[in-house]
């Protein structure tokens, strides 16, 4: 989840993957106001669209959600039964109202409000990932 952990105020970040679907969590600081938690949210689903493994990404960054998050991907390595795991992740998605990179429309980019929440340097910071996303493609 190194792409996720890359966006600027993101600590850090796990995913629960499913086939062709993964839940991401990511870790913000607690004191974020929740528009911000939002941006940060939009930013990692704009990073993840692109990317062939994140493409079917939903991104949350409720700290319990993402513990719980934690706690399957640990039970998954230790070879518990994964019907209990994709259970527990079947609830978490449908009680979320998630940002859904493929949901996105991408014909129109960033809404000019999250562009200007960004902090001075983060804007440039993202716009580097994204241009070093769309080389590798």
Known sequence: ???????????????V????YAVVGIDVD????????????????????DDPLGANAVVVADPDIVERLRVMRQDIQKGKPIKGVMNELAGIVGRL???IPYDMNTDKGPIKENEQQL???????????????????
């Not at 902090?119 to 493609?137: H, R, T, V």
């Open 1 to 15: 989840m190194s792409l996720a952990s890359s966006i600027p105020d993101v600590k850090d970040a796990t995913a």
């Open 17 to 20: 993957v499913a086939g062709n």
């Open 30 to 49: 607690k004191d974020l106001d929740r528009s911000r938690v939002g941006t940060i949210k939009y930013s990692v689903a704009e990073a993840l669209k």
């Open 97 to 99: 109202m998630p940002q």
């Open 119 to 137: 902090q001075k340097g983060e804007k440039q910071q993202l716009d580097q990932i994204q241009n070093k996303q769309a080389k590798s493609q």
